[in-house]
């Protein structure tokens, strides 16, 4: 009955997958997701793992 399954921690990117379409599905902006995860182009890896949240 946790409400953390409507947007997850973590994602793990699939075939297909563009900053762009996941920012859209989990309401983030593409600036904050490429902040979070110290990405540096918009080039992402099938199979990495991108978090939603800052570790506190």
């Given at each position: 009955?946790?409400?953390d399954?409507?947007?997850?921690?973590?994602?793990?990117?699939?075939?297909?997958?563009?900053?762009?379409?996941?920012?859209?599905?989990?309401?983030?902006?593409?600036?904050?997701?490429?902040?979070?995860?110290?990405?540096?182009?918009?080039?992402?890896?099938?199979?990495?793992?991108?978090?939603?949240?800052r570790?506190?």
């Amino acid at each position: 009955k946790s409400e953390d399954s409507a947007k997850p921690n973590k994602y793990k990117v699939k075939p297909g997958d563009t900053l762009t379409k996941i920012s859209k599905k989990y309401g983030i902006s593409i600036d904050e997701l490429k902040d979070i995860n110290q990405i540096t182009s918009s080039d992402i890896q099938i199979g990495s793992i991108l978090r939603f949240q800052r570790n506190n």
